[in-house]
Antibody, heavy 122, light 107 residues
């Protein structure tokens, strides 16, 4: 069974840091691009960051550029998100998601982990 | 950035109804369009990819169509388990943006 399990969320003060992890199983992690997507309470979905299978291509949303760092360890089948200089508007459930790419170049997010809640508050 | 606009933002429907949700992109995205279903407290689930391809395991009452800037998700006969929020998402270019969501409620 393809599975993604996030961990590392919690309560942090503004300006603080947190590292999220995503453990993958049931598929060849080292062949897959991976993403972080977040959802603020009661709001819609926002793509945060992506990383290619070999970490050669990394991208960020403007809202987190310079504060968040995505990384992966293919030997451990794990994805990470280092979040620094956290702000109240970073409060959200953070999901990791695999990004399968199809023959004609289109891609999607499938599957998603169950999410981990990050709350930034004093 | 490509803006994705869904309509309606919410709708009320009965079991057995045919439901259509529309998604419009601010620029052409060919068929680089996906649809997700999200139930309260759960992660989103992929329904349709590449505008019209049904994800494995998704009931055939779900279908997608469109290309360019205008897309639709149709549920041919709404079932009790289909009451949820639906999101479109473009994979044409970064950042990979989502629509604001359409909440389907019981009438």
């Amino acid at each position: 069974e393809v599975q993604l399990v996030e961990s590392g969320g919690g309560l942090v003060k503004p300006g603080g840091s947190l590292r999220l992890s995503c453990a993958a199983s049931g598929f060849t992690f080292s062949d897959s691009s991976m993403n972080w997507v977040r959802q603020a309470p009661g709001k819609g979905l926002e793509w945060v960051s992506s990383i290619s299978s070999s970490s050669g291509y990394i991208n960020y949303a403007d809202s987190v550029q310079g504060r968040f760092t995505i990384s992966r360890d293919n030997a451990k089948n794990s994805l990470y998100l280092q979040m620094n200089s956290l702000r109240a508007d970073d409060t959200a459930v953070y999901y990791c998601a695999r990004e399968p790419v199809y023959g004609w170049g289109t891609s999607c997010f499938d599957p998603w982990g169950q999410g981990t809640l990050v709350t930034v508050s004093s | 950035d490509i803006q994705m606009t869904q309509s309606p933002s919410s709708l009320s429907a009965s079991v057995g109804d045919r439901v259509t949700i529309t998604c419009r992109a601010s620029q052409t995205i060919s068929t680089y369009l996906n649809w997700y279903q999200q139930k309260p407290g759960k992660a989103p689930n992929l329904l349709i990819y590449a505008a019209s391809s049904l994800q494995s395991g998704v009931p055939s009452r779900f279908s997608g169509s469109g290309s360019g800037t205008d897309f639709t998700l149709t549920v041919s006969s709404l079932q009790p388990e289909d009451f949820a929020t639906y999101y479109c998402q473009q994979s044409y270019s970064l950042p990979k943006t989502f629509g604001q969501g359409t909440k389907v409620e019981i009438k």
